[in-house]
Structures are given as C-alpha cells and as structure tokens.
C-alpha cells in the first residue's frame, strides 16, 4: 500500500491537484490519501505558511502532490515561501524536472531531457540583509555535501535513462569559489561512479542560449539551484509551456511532486486550468520514488494518446474536466 500526502495550496491548485490524485488512484486502487494544508491562504489564517501538521504529514506518508501557492510579492512579516519551507525541512535536495517533445504541441521533435536542480542552498537560502539603507546583500551559500549528493542521483538517473551526456551547467569563471566547489564536487562523484567519459561543461549563458538553438542535444543537465530554476522554465517551452512541466523535489526515503506552474489567481475558478503538469508531476512519483515503471508508462502513454487526439489548435478550448475525463478513459 502506498501512502500519499495531498497538498493542494492556493488558486488553481485547488482544481487540478484533485485530477491527478483520481489518475493515481486509477492507478493504484489501494493508494491512502492524507489532505493537509499550506500556503497564503493559510499563513493568513494560521501565522505559517506551512504547518507543522503538514511537515508531520509529509514525514509519516513519504510522498506527497503540492498544487500552488499564492505569495506576496513584498515582505510580509512572518510569511516565509510555503514550497522553499518544505523543501528544506523535508531535506528534498533535489529537484528533477523532465523535458520532452509531446505530439501535436511540441515546435521541436526530439527533446528529451531532464534537469537536474540543486534544490536547498544557493541564492535561494534567503538570506538577505540591508548593510546600508543603500545596499541590499544576498548571500548564496554552496556545500560540498548537497552538490554530491546531487551528482550521486544523477549518477542513478543517467544509468536509468541510459544516458549519453551529463551536462553540468555553473559559472565558475565568475563564481570560481561557489560554482567552483559545486562542478569540483559533482565530477568527483561522476568519476567515482565511471561517468567521467559523458560529462561536460557548459557556462549557464552559454546553455542558455543552446537550449533554445539545439534542445535536443542535451540529455541530463545538473546545476545549482537559481540556474535549474530558469533554465527548466526556459526548456519546458519544448515541452509544450508551463503547463505541461512537472517536477519532483527528492530526498532519502520522501519526495514531493510539484507541477511548475504557480496558483494562476486570473484562471482559478474558471474549469479552465490545465491538469496535465501536476498528473506528470504524479508520474515522477511512480517512476522516480516508488520505482512503478509500468504504471509511470501507463500514464505517460495515455498523456500522449490524449495531446495526439487533441491537437496545438483545440488544446486551448479544453476544460478541466473533459481532460481529466479522457485521461482516465484512456487508463
């Protein structure tokens, strides 16, 4: 039996998180679902974004689906992102976010890649500090310890894909201590595990620029965690938009899925929000932390078959419903 934490947020995460939980319940007719609660809605009411009851929830089941949350776009006291919390105190140090062609959407046939994210420490430790009242700092903190433990998952995942190139993407010919210590770090472990012949380097620029020109040409991509955060949003274009784009943030032993997508305040209420980044969110949890690959087939198979029928010129008449209803159909 598996056991799973539903965390739906704020805005549209409160429409599409529930398709994607009857998907793998579909799936997995003995799931155990447990509902807890984060977000600004939340920290509106409660004083936290994030619970200690959601934190315990989290722990006790293992795996979790977060929708979106709302955020300030200015400090507020008290309010500390609810996504950033949990990915911290959960320890989910990596966060991996697929790219690939999908028919009747994609501009370009044959990107099939994945980033890998460093997903707890560099600019995003948030800490900043006014030095002067002129003078904002941020620090970016890179360790040792997180940039292997993030090379030793892709070590795993390039075996699994059968990988032919592991890009590591830094900017060490500006950064030459943190972006240094990060690639160091992470050939270390590549080596170790006999990967040394498929790695390169590419300036984060310069990947970039590449990931416009030639997505095809990469494979599996590691890096720090501001530069997974721009560069998977840059590829999902590839993939059909942000609203085909999943993730997973990865720890030892827990994993929450997390489609890219924010709340999309503008959309929420309309039956109108795109389901499909939060069931292939829910698909890295069968492939990547369960270990179902026939089911994460499955699942990738019916996705296909629907956007294949569907076709770029109806997708955007679809409502919520009608997707999820010849999704499951299709299962």
């Known amino acids: 039996m598996r056991r799973l934490c539903v965390i ?8 599409v998180v529930p398709v994607a939980v009857r998907v793998l319940e579909r799936l997995l007719p003995d799931l155990q679902v447990t509902e807890a609660e984060t977000g600004w809605d939340c920290f509106q009411r409660l004083g936290q974004s994030v619970p200690e009851a959601t934190l315990q929830a989290m ?38 976010r697929p790219v690939r062609s999908w028919p009747g959407l994609s501009d370009k046939p044959g990107v099939d890649l994945l980033i890998l994210r460093e997903n707890s420490e560099g600019l995003y430790v948030g800490k900043e500090h006014m030095a002067t009242a002129d003078l904002a700092i941020a620090e970016c903190h890179i360790s ?28 060490a010919n500006v950064l030459p201590l943190t972006c240094g210590l990060f690639r160091d770090s992470c050939r270390k472990v590549l080596d170790a595990h006999g990967l040394s012949a498929l790695v390169d380097e590419r300036l984060v620029d310069v990947a970039a620029l590449q990931l416009v020109e030639t997505p095809e040409e990469f494979d599996l991509i590691v890096t720090t965690n501001l530069f997974g955060d721009v560069l998977s949003d840059l590829a999902s274009h590839w993939g059909g938009g942000l609203g085909l784009a999943p993730s997973l943030n990865w720890g030892q032993g827990i994993a929450l899925a997390e489609p890219v997508h924010g709340s999309a305040p503008d959309i929420a209420g309309s039956g109108r929000a795109n389901p499909l980044a939060a069931v292939l969110s829910a698909g890295l949890l069968l492939r990547y932390h369960w270990q179902l690959i026939e089911q994460a087939d499955r699942l990738d198979r019916a996705v296909e078959g629907l956007l294949r029928s569907m076709g770029k010129a109806d997708w955007g008449k679809q409502t919520t419903r009608r997707v999820e209803q010849e999704l499951i159909a299709r299962l």
């Open 8 to 15: 739906p947020g704020d805005g549209i995460g409160q429409e």
């Open 59 to 96: 722990r006790d089941c293992g795996a979790g689906l977060f929708g979106a949350v709302s955020s300030p776009s200015t400090a507020v006291a008290g309010y500390r992102s609810a996504i950033l919390t949990l990915r911290q105190q959960l320890a989910l140090g990596v966060n991996l």
């Open 144 to 171: 040792r310890q997180a940039s292997e433990h993030i090379a030793q998952r892709a070590s795993e995942i390039a075996k699994l894909r059968s990988s032919q190139r592991i890009t590591l993407v830094h900017k």
